[in-house]
């Protein structure tokens, strides 16, 4: 089970998309493999990732022209939130990541 409808979507994707490329798989496998080793970087990236908003949804919002102020909000908190998950990723010695 996922714990966001965002992470729903993906997975259900997955699995209606599968992929095909072995080395697009093996990639995956890998970033999979590093997170199940590493589990600092795990928690770090589910506290970091906790309070992100539902992008989809927030871009389908902006692109229609329906966003408020709210959600530009949320975009920008969001945008900041990025770095520091690319903090997080950087920090590890593994490739993968």
Excluded: F, M, Y
């Amino acid at each position: 089970t996922c714990q966001t409808s965002q992470g729903s979507r993906l997975l259900a994707q997955w699995l209606r998309q599968p992929l095909r490329c072995r080395e697009t798989i093996e990639r995956r496998l890998d970033v999979v493999d590093a997170l199940c080793d590493n589990q600092g970087i795990r928690v770090s990236l589910k506290q970091e990732l906790g309070g992100c908003p539902d992008l989809q949804r927030l871009a389908r919002r902006l692109v229609r022209g329906r966003a408020t102020l709210q959600d530009l909000v949320v975009c920008h908190q969001t945008v900041r939130k990025a770095s520091a998950i690319a903090a997080i990723l950087g920090d590890s010695s593994n490739a993968a990541l």
